[in-house]
């Protein structure tokens, strides 16, 4: 497992979500729903890629399609989301250091 899903990181990542849920009630589509439109919604060089195991999930993910965000939505899921805001790495330490992608930058 992850170190974005282990210890205090797990904590922190699960707090994130406060902001889909709402936004999800509000709209009445689930928290998937949401997370996926407001990729969807970044550029038009934005590709949300979705897995589904069941059909019922990837229903649920087609149905993002159909979300629609306003301005306001967009706002506050990206003052809740900014770049870095998960806690902990992507991957391992000693994954780490063969992907160039996370690196930081100098």
């Known amino acids: 497992m992850g170190p974005r899903f282990q210890g205090a990181n797990l904590d922190a990542n699960l707090a994130l979500v406060e902001p889909l849920r709402a936004v999800a009630a509000e709209l009445g589509v689930s928290v998937a729903q949401v997370a996926i439109a407001w990729v969807a919604a ?14 019922d999930r990837l229903t649920e993910a087609l149905g ?15 003052a809740a989301f900014p770049p870095g805001a998960a806690a902990g790495t992507r ?16």
Do not use: F
Not at 42 to 55: F, M
């Open 42 to 55: 970044q550029g038009t060089d934005i590709v949300p890629l979705v897995g589904a195991r069941r059909r």
């Open 64 to 78: 993002a399609l159909d979300v629609k965000l306003t301005a306001a939505h967009l706002a506050k899921l990206a």
């Open 91 to 106: 991957y391992a330490a000693e994954q780490m250091t063969h992907l160039d992608s996370e690196k930081k930058q100098a």
